[in-house]
């Protein structure tokens, strides 16, 4: 029951603070692992899917790993040197995604950074909707939402458009959060959240793309 509680509570609280209401959501710790074997990286993280299951009320839980780097971004008129954040999920059977944050390439002024996820394998048909990213301190405590909208990009990509209003508490919640919530909403009503570990790695990561010049100081369109 947690598990389904946690999922609905999560989407749903997600779609309000499209609206600027605060909120967040919680993982069950009583949802049943499902043990895959697999190969870890190298330097990953940890990413688990918390999937719901409308045979078994306290859901599933699948165990994977996300590798953090970063990626410079092409020149652009002079400009500074700008990077973005990668994030590569892998969810044995069920997740191979990317993640990436960057300055939003919106010319819609309300937005400041955009978070991207593109579905390597299997395509992202069966998923409907991100409906927003939250970030927390712990695997298991509450999260906090960024502020932004959901969009739709292509095919296989889905993103979250974070709004320029509410740019140095996005910032803050980047710079100081361990964890991320993603929450996804399939086209068959289940849904499921994937917890990713910054790690080691990836607060290097975000530090490194939230410190390179003129990544958060100052609006896109005064760069």
Not at 34 to 44: D, E, F, K, L, R
Not at 150 to 168: A, D, K
Request: overall charge positive; aromatic content about 4%.
């Amino acid at each position: 029951m947690l598990t389904r509680i946690a999922l609905a509570s999560g989407i749903a609280l997600l779609m309000g603070s499209c609206a600027g209401t605060p909120v967040g959501g919680t993982m069950d710790q009583g949802a049943i692992a499902t043990p895959v074997p697999m190969q870890v990286p190298a330097g990953a993280e940890h990413a688990t899917l918390y999937l719901e299951d409308p045979t078994d009320p306290r859901g599933q839980q699948i165990s994977g790993w996300v590798t953090w780097g970063v990626e410079p971004l092409p020149p652009e008129g002079g400009r500074p040197r700008r990077t973005s954040l990668r994030a590569d999920i892998r969810i044995p059977d069920r997740i191979d995604a990317t993640l990436t944050l960057r300055q939003s390439p919106s010319a819609d002024a309300s937005t400041s950074h955009r978070f991207e996820i593109t579905f390597n394998a299997p395509p992202r048909q069966d998923i409907a909707s991100i409906p927003g990213i939250l970030m927390k301190q712990s695997e298991r405590t509450r999260g906090k939402p960024l502020m932004g909208r959901p969009i739709q990009i292509g095919l296989n990509s889905l993103g979250v458009e974070l709004l320029e209003l509410h740019r140095q508490q996005n910032l803050s919640l980047l710079k100081e959060q361990a964890w991320l919530d993603i929450p996804f909403v399939y086209r068959d009503g289940r849904r499921a959240i994937v917890v990713l570990e910054k790690g080691a790695s990836g607060t290097r990561a975000f530090n490194e793309v939230l410190a390179s010049p003129g990544a958060w100081s100052a609006s896109k369109n005064s760069l």
